[in-house]
């Protein structure tokens, strides 16, 4: 009966832990979306242009729903159906602009994967070293299968973009719920 169990046990977690082949395909998604952030910037302009280029790419790449529910978390219990999307679209239009301003048309960051891990099924977080301007960079990405590999979180130096929201926004729901968190969307995006 143990010796059935533990057999069981192990074809299970092999079954269902990572696999090379997913953790493969997570960097290759990666790559391709950095890869094509990478030509726009080389060939735009910058500002509001930069932005409207990328964002295709970005809404591509990176699973928008996923962040803004997780950066205001346990307050979005609170939001109609009709106030997460309008802050889904406002946080997406925030993180794009914000995004797109951390480049400088022209200049090209020495960009170096290194070894990814897959911290559950269908999840993979991807290591990179970045040297931009001079200044040397970790930045780790965290990406889920969603039926295609989607960015979840980011994080800048060890700190994690979807915590560092939460923060600002687990405040204001509790000073003024859903309609504080948009009012503040609306200010830093910009009104639609």
């Known amino acids: 009966m143990k010796r059935s169990t533990i057999i069981f046990t192990a074809a299970l977690a092999f079954l269902c832990g990572p696999s090379f082949g997913s953790t493969a395909d997570a960097e290759k998604a990666l790559q391709k979306a950095v890869d094509q952030v990478l030509v726009v910037t080389q060939k735009s ?27 205001v978390g346990p307050g979005w219990k609170q939001f109609t159906p009709a106030q997460q999307a309008e802050a889904t679209k406002l946080f997406t ?3 794009i602009r914000t995004y797109s301003d951390k480049f400088t048309p022209g200049e090209q960051p020495q960009i170096k994967y290194l070894k990814a891990s897959a911290p559950g099924a269908g999840k993979a977080e991807i290591p990179t070293s970045i040297v931009y301007k001079g200044s ?35 405040a204001l729901v509790k000073k003024g719920g859903p309609l504080a968190v948009l009012d503040s969307l609306k200010q830093s995006a910009g009104s639609t």
């Open 45 to 71: 302009q910058g500002g509001s242009a930069m932005a409207s280029q990328l964002q295709p790419i970005l809404e591509r790449s990176v699973c928008f729903a996923s962040m803004t529910r997780r950066a």
């Open 136 to 170: 040397r960079y970790t930045v780790t990405y965290r990406l889920e299968d969603r039926g295609q590999w989607l960015i979840t979180d980011i994080l800048a130096e060890g700190v994690s973009f979807v915590a560092n929201y939460r923060a600002q926004f687990d």
């Open 93 to 95: 239009k925030l993180i």
